[in-house]
């Protein structure tokens, strides 16, 4: 029966589950409730990511325990740089496994164990020891997020159609952005104790990545032994770098962004100390009217009249905890370039 229910949820959201999707006849017959699993897990998983995000959760977090801007300021580049660099180094060892599966849950349990982590440090500690804790567990999940990344394409390659990936992946993601835009609200409405809440949000999280993992775990993988690459082998790659000039170009290019990637944290720590973001808005209201040929009542770089509301004093007093994430977040967005 329950066979049943996976094929007629697949064949709705997909359309045409004919197509074999270079499945062969045994992960075609498995390929329905794999599917459901792939959504259900990532769906998690990226609900996780949204309630732990380091740029506004964690920066918010650290900045209302005392940690410091030292401890805000490394919160992106640990997450980015233990997301991606060990890659490298894992690669290899895990497109040697049979069944890849295995890494990813024990990637996606390891995320989890990091955020329980971070919520007992909130709990316990305050200041530098608070900020050194929660990001030491921030390093430990970008390693385990980094594993859970060079596993994922490839269970899903051999679990869902070609066509049909997609699918999978964007059903998921619209999910998770449906939960986190709760929270979101959740937020913005004042309910409950603001540190509570956050902590709340980052336990929930911890619990997500461990339902991803429990999940994942039953997904009926085939076999498929390679043979793992030495970790010499792996530094070896590298040497792209030297041989292809329009990679080097993409890198420095992406390099030269970087700065959109580290500016939030500081952000929410000088919002909650000076709002700096609302004399930023208040110079680009004039500047917009000047260059805009459209009324300044619509579009192009404005605050608006309820952007400016959030700093008025009365508004200040009784909602002084949000001053971080709504300035570093709704009244930045609320400015178009």
């Known amino acids: 029966m329950a066979q049943g229910v996976a094929e007629r949820i697949f064949e ?30 990532v769906s998690s998983s990226k609900v996780a990511d949204g309630l732990l995000d380091p740029k506004l959760v964690l920066s918010w977090l650290l900045t209302h325990l005392g940690a410091g801007p030292l401890w805000a300021g490394l919160l992106v580049p640990v997450r980015e740089a233990g ?46 020891a608070a900020g050194a804790a929660i990001v030491s567990l921030l390093a430990v999940l970008a390693l385990c997020r980094s594993v859970c990344s060079v596993a994922y394409k490839d269970v899903l390659g051999k679990t869902v159609g070609k066509s049909r990936r997609g699918t999978a992946t964007g059903m998921a993601s ?56 030495s970790l010499r082998e792996s530094v070896a790659q590298l040497s792209i770098l030297r041989e292809s000039a329009q990679l080097r170009r993409f890198i420095v290019a992406r390099s030269l962004l970087v700065g959109t990637a580290l500016a939030p944290p500081f952000l929410v720590v000088l919002g909650s100390d000076s709002g700096i973001l609302v004399p930023l808005g208040r110079w680009c209201w004039p500047l917009r009217a000047r260059l805009s040929p459209r009324p300044s009542s619509g579009g192009g770089c404005r605050t608006g009249p309820r952007a400016r509301s959030w700093s008025s004093p009365g508004w200040a007093g009784r909602w002084r905890w949000r001053r971080p994430l709504v300035r570093g977040g709704w009244a930045w967005r609320r400015i178009r370039w």
């Open 12 to 41: 709705v959201a997909v359309g045409q589950p004919d197509a074999d999707g270079g499945l062969n006849d045994a992960a075609r017959g498995r390929e329905p409730a794999n599917f459901l699993r792939h959504v259900a897990a």
């Open 83 to 128: 997301a991606l660099l060990p890659q490298l180094f894992t690669a290899g060892a895990i497109h040697g496994m049979a069944r890849r599966k295995w890494a990813w849950a024990a990637g996606s349990a390891g995320q989890g164990l990091a955020a329980a982590g971070i919520v007992l440090s909130g709990l316990a500690l305050d200041g530098p």
């Open 174 to 229: 619209s999910a998770s952005a449906s939960a986190v835009l709760c929270f979101a609200l959740l937020l913005l409405t004042g309910v409950g104790e603001r540190a509570t809440v956050v902590l709340g949000a980052v336990a929930l999280a911890s619990a997500a990545w461990l339902v991803a993992a429990s999940v994942f775990s039953t997904m009926n993988e085939e076999p498929d032994a390679q043979e793992a690459m």
